[in-house]
């Protein structure tokens, strides 16, 4: 029977490099699928694009490129696969990714690749002209007026297949769920239909479990002296081997750090996932809840049970907008006193911005080793004294001009006491929020593009 060997080369914009170029050399790989968006990432990249139309793909897109596009091939070279690429690194500028990797393919000198762009996700257009939509936080599209900046819907498998259909070796996309990215070359390949739920259901799982890359692998998944993972710091990212029906063996390169066992998928498998019975995605809805993994051998787990619907009828979309300025400033506390000095100087600030008249809508004050994860009353229960802390003090603004005296004002604790504080550092960033609403499938339409090198 034929299968399919599809690896992960991130799980997220900021992910390492090394494993993926691992999988690419060694994995012996079909398909090779970076992750890298994320709802405030593509936000952000929206944002950067308005200030250069040129910009709004994934910052790496070029060294991962740089470093992958040589193993690109058709069996050539003694590999008995074609490598292929998958990737949302488009961002917001799939077209543009696609030119900078033409570029780069023209730079190593290889010639004859195709690469392909998958437009349509960008709906702001569509979402302005109906202006009295609400999003799923109550705001109305109308009532953000010039705040709102990106509006992109999460779209499915049929752009890439059209796009490997068209002979890509390198497909970018923006906006697109997930798994759909490692479903649609199991579609491609396999020739499933697009209303084989069960299928799509079980390429959909799949996909689930690669997506985040090394937190199968036990990234994510360590914890010392509970779940200890070996040799972390060369920890290898998964590939999946599936066969025609949909079932896989999820595994790594050999000799790659890291773990792949049971426990590592299932945690994998429950990640975001509110109904395991009912996970929705523009291609299926996935059924979880009767997934089996069996051990096959070292790192190597067998995957099967899942089961799929039919998809739903809308499209999700994530909508950016600008939501004001946080103001931050930080300030440490050690030796003896430590703790007493980071209360007090945390009691000076606010004090302080309440008789300066800084205007915040909302604002944390906290002490870094005591109670900023856990809060006042388990920081309380604190046993002994620690010999260091540091004092957090951010505010939400609607102003930027407010939110700089955040910092300036923890700044003033040098010389303004209590003693001994050091490392003081201050900043000021823009609030991008991201909210939901539904689209009908019909709004959108998706396009290729082609880049020849």
């Not at 070029?62 to 070279?77: A, C, H, K, Q």
């Not at 787990?301 to 950016?320: F, W």
């Not at 906290?366 to 994860?373: H, Q, Y």
């Amino acid at each position: 029977m034929k299968s399919l060997r599809i690896g992960s080369g991130a799980g997220y914009s900021g992910d390492r490099i090394e494993p993926a170029i691992e999988l690419a050399e060694h994995g012996e790989l079909d398909y090779l699928v970076f992750e890298c968006l994320a709802e405030r990432t593509i936000a952000l990249a929206q944002q950067a694009r308005l200030l250069d139309p040129q910009a709004g793909f994934d910052p790496l897109l070029s060294e991962r490129m740089r470093l992958v596009l040589p193993f690109i091939g058709r069996g050539t070279d003694g590999r008995r696969r074609r490598l292929r690429v998958i990737t949302n690194m488009g961002a917001a500028n799939p077209l543009g990714a696609a030119r900078e990797v033409r570029r780069i393919a023209g730079q190593l000198g290889l010639s004859g690749l195709k690469v392909i762009a998958v437009t349509g996700d960008d709906v702001l257009a569509t979402l302005l002209g109906d202006p009295t939509q609400t999003l799923d936080n109550g705001i109305t599209l109308a009532s953000l007026g010039e705040r709102l900046i990106s509006a992109n819907a999460y779209l499915g498998v049929d752009g890439i297949i059209e796009a490997l259909q068209a002979d890509a070796d390198v497909v970018i996309t923006g906006r697109v769920a997930d798994p759909s990215l490692f479903l649609a070359p199991q579609m491609f390949e396999f020739g499933w239909a697009a209303d084989d739920w069960p299928r799509l259901g079980r390429g959909t799982l799949v996909g689930h479990l690669l997506e985040c890359a090394g937190q199968i692998s036990g990234g994510y998944f360590a914890d010392p002296g509970f779940k200890d993972v070996p040799d972390l710091a060369r920890l290898g990212f998964p590939l999946a081997e599936v066969d025609a029906t949909g079932h896989a063996v999820i595994s790594k390169v050999p000799g790659s750090g890291g773990r792949i066992d049971t426990a590592t998928c299932t945690e994998q498998m429950i990640y975001e996932v509110h109904d395991p019975a009912a996970y929705l995605t523009p291609d299926v809805s996935a059924d979880f809840s009767e997934v089996s993994f069996t051990l096959q051998g070292p790192n190597q787990v067998q995957v099967q049970g899942a089961d799929g619907r039919e998809r739903p009828s809308s499209l999700k979309v994530s909508v950016g907008y600008l939501d004001g300025w946080i103001g931050e400033g930080q300030m440490s506390y050690g030796g003896p006193g430590a703790l007493a000095r980071g209360r007090l100087a945390r009691e000076v600030v606010l004090e302080r911005l309440k008789l300066t008249g800084v205007a915040y809508e909302e604002i944390h004050a906290e002490l870094i080793g005591v109670d900023a994860l856990h809060g006042p009353e388990l920081g309380a229960r604190l046993d002994g004294e620690p010999w260091e802390v540091r004092l957090r003090v951010a505010a939400r603004c609607t102003d930027r001009a407010e939110a700089v005296r955040i910092g300036n004002e923890v700044e003033t604790l040098y010389t303004n006491g209590p003693y001994g504080g050091g490392g003081a550092s201050k900043s000021v960033r823009q609030v991008v929020a991201v909210a939901s609403l539904l689209l009908p499938r019909d709004a959108v339409s998706v396009q290729i593009h082609l880049e020849d090198v």
